[in-house]
């Protein structure tokens, strides 16, 4: 088992703890806060402890000098000043000897941001290749590394991988909560167990498809993943996104004969045509050339409520069709409605289902929501991630005598 922060001496360290501060931010301001209000949990507790906090976090891509300029870290900074009611100290270059010597000298209860870990990529991408002296440099900062980032877990990246070669590490409140939750999934599922599959393209969600359909009762799936599977069985689609690669149709036709009792797709959808927004209801079986899918229909609905109702485990990745246009929003919506009453039986699974959540006014509806997207399927379908593989096993590390 990963050594977890709740075990570990941390009186007076000088921490190193990574997070996840890349938060929608527009014109300057935070749109939400939310990955933010969820790392004080782990924050505070540094505090209490009288830590020295230095924090990284990514924020957006970075890959141009100019990308830099809508990317810094300083909204970051003025939010957890609020939130926790205390300056907060910041750095604008992290390899600088200034910042060498302002993370030394943090007193007891004193937190340093470090600007965007991105700013490292340009321009040799310092962070995404697994660096390894600037991984020493910044571990050179600490003497104990808390990883908090479970969203960027799947990333072989410099702060993500590279500091804990150098430094005790062990995992903060929230990657420990997001592991748990994920393994009550992956491991050991109340059955029946059902996993709802949506998204565009059925080429990014296929490996985990496959490691999750000998693990699943049932598979219900929307969007372009369905309109994948629908036209691999030769079924008109009309003009709907689809995947036209014929290795993906091959595996998909062989995904079907070997689990066919486990497939359940859309028996009718909202469509539209390539000449006209007008919304229309149809049968799956009566779509034409010019039809475009863009929400699952109400004998659909009705069919996977029937199977969510009887499931005891549901994991939920994707939406049900186009949530952001309110034309197309009511299948996901309704679903979602169904999901709840079964709320600590749920997990869902980050990306635009998170999305969906906030947008659909269920943000605060479900007990079981992972931040992470391509982290979460990466879990799910290898069972580690090299984030969470980086960090020292239990007895490796001196832990508290409770």
């Known amino acids: 088992m990963k050594q977890l922060l709740r075990n570990t001496y941390v009186d007076n360290m000088r921490v190193i703890l990574r997070c996840d501060f890349n938060v929608p931010i527009i014109e300057g301001n935070i749109t939400d806060e939310s990955k933010i209000i ?32 809508n990317a810094s870290l300083l909204p970051i900074k003025n939010s957890l000043e609020r939130l926790l009611n205390k300056p907060i100290k910041f750095a604008t270059d992290i390899l600088s000897e200034e910042t060498k010597n302002m993370a030394l000298s943090l007193q007891s209860g004193e937190i340093l941001l470090l600007e965007n870990t991105r700013f490292l990529d340009v321009p040799n991408k310092l962070e995404s290749t697994l660096n390894d002296d600037v991984a020493k440099q910044i571990a050179s900062f600490g003497e104990l590394f808390v990883f908090d980032a479970f969203a960027v877990a799947h990333r072989r990246h410099t702060t993500v991988v590279g500091i804990p070669a150098y430094l005790p590490s062990c995992l903060g409140f929230l990657a420990e909560k997001e592991l748990s939750m994920l393994d009550i999934t992956i491991k050991n599922p109340n059955k029946p167990f059902t ?11 296929l490996k985990i498809i496959k490691s999750l359909l000998p693990k699943c009762d049932h598979l219900l799936v929307s969007g372009g993943i369905a309109n994948s599977f629908l036209s691999a069985l030769r079924l008109n689609v009309g003009s709907s996104l689809k995947t036209n690669d014929p290795n993906i149709i091959k595996e998909l036709v062989n995904l079907m004969l070997t689990y ?38 109400t004998k659909t609905i009705k069919k996977y409520g029937t199977i969510i109702k009887e499931s005891n485990t549901i994991f939920m990745n994707g939406t049900m069709g186009i949530y952001e246009e309110k034309a197309f929003a009511n299948g996901t919506r309704e679903i979602l409605n169904i999901l709840s009453t079964k709320n600590d039986q749920v997990v869902i699974g980050g990306g635009d289902t998170v999305g969906a959540l906030n947008t659909l006014g269920f943000k605060n509806e479900f007990k079981n929501v992972s931040s992470g997207g391509g982290a979460t399927l990466e879990y799910i379908a290898n069972g580690s991630l090299p984030g969470i593989d980086a960090i020292r096993e239990e007895d490796n590390i001196e832990v508290l005598d409770l």
């Open 260 to 297: 066919k009792e486990k497939f359940a797709f859309p028996l009718d959808a909202i469509v539209t045509t390539t000449y006209s927004n007008h919304p229309e209801m149809k049968n799956i079986n009566e779509i034409d050339t010019n039809d475009v899918i863009k929400d699952i229909g």
């Open 38 to 69: 969820k790392s004080l949990e782990t924050i505070n507790y540094l505090l209490s402890k009288n830590c020295k906090i230095i924090i990284l976090s990514h924020l957006g891509r970075v890959k141009t000098e100019e990308d830099k300029k």
């Open 195 to 205: 996993v709802i599959m949506g998204g565009a393209k059925v080429d990014d969600k």
